[in-house]
């Protein structure tokens, strides 16, 4: 799934009017807020050699995966950003092993993208994010 579909506003539904917003729309607004503490880890993480492949958890709600970077009640914002890494996933079961090279076949340049692992009621989702060049 790319980003336009996954920030895609208007579905073209008469109903989508009468429901609640999206919480992928503040998602999208968050993100350009944490843009460079986003990035600054990221680059921190593969700096430091504690991993090649960063991943970001976006939740709402309680989450035990990573460690905090960005908390939405200390910064009055919706989301909440835990910073966490492949090997954090497959250790924690999230990705299996034998699927580690799958993913990593799909896994975006971090460089340019910051990966997220998505959590919302529904269920989650692993989402590449294009940095906002500065």
Sequence with gaps: MNTEELFNQDRGSSEKKEQKQSPLVSLERDLKFFNESIKEVAVDIMVEGLSATPIFV??????????????????????????????????????????????????????????????????????YYPYVKS
């Design 58 to 127: 976006a939740h709402q709600h309680e989450v035990k995966l990573g460690e905090v970077i960005l908390d939405r009640n200390e910064l009055n914002t919706e989301w909440s950003i835990h910073a966490s890494t492949i090997e954090e996933f497959i250790d924690r079961g999230i990705i299996k092993p034998e699927l580690k090279e799958r993913f990593l076949s799909s896994y975006k340049n971090p460089n340019e993208f910051m990966c997220l692992f998505v959590i919302v009621p529904e269920g989650a989702n692993f989402v």
